[in-house]
């Protein structure tokens, strides 16, 4: 990560999570705000996508690998859990399409400038932020997460 920037890695999965949606129909998750939380660059990103039938597999992989988190969340809900970490939460979109919001409480942990850009995006899309959502930016180069949930 360059310092100021938002992580590159973020876009990227990010954009696979969204070109999934359109190339695959979303047929392992689906994600009605994958799109739009790219904004006005999401159509170019997933042609580029498209364009690069390499990029596939780590597609897939980043999908299934959503959609077991998901599903291991709502399984574990039953069981009582309440709260719920993202570490790395990127352009993730869970929080803003849970059908858990009124009883999961979450926490995207992300670095500083990553959080401020999402932020910036949701505003932009008019994505709503749910009650339930807190946001708490760590870098961890030289904060734990014990200090970022802290102070959020």
């Not at 849970?98 to 850009?117: C, K």
């Amino acid at each position: 990560m360059r310092v100021g920037e938002p992580s590159k890695t973020a876009l990227a999965v990010a954009v696979h999570r969204a070109a999934h949606q359109v190339l695959e129909q979303g047929q392992i998750f689906t994600d009605p705000l994958a799109l739009r939380i790219l904004g006005e660059d999401a159509e170019r990103l997933v042609r580029e996508a498209d364009e690069q039938p390499w990029r596939r597999r780590i597609r897939v992989f980043i999908a299934a690998r959503t959609r077991f988190a998901e599903d291991a969340l709502a399984a574990a809900m039953e069981l009582g859990v309440s709260q719920v970490v993202v570490l790395g939460a990127g352009l993730d979109t869970y929080a803003y399409r849970s059908p858990f919001q009124d009883r999961l409480r979450m926490f995207e942990v992300d670095h500083p400038a990553t959080q401020a850009w999402k932020r910036q995006r949701l505003e932009e899309t008019g994505i709503p932020i749910p009650d339930a959502l807190t946001f708490a930016p760590v870098d961890f180069e030289g904060q734990t997460l014990a200090d970022g949930l802290a102070a959020a």
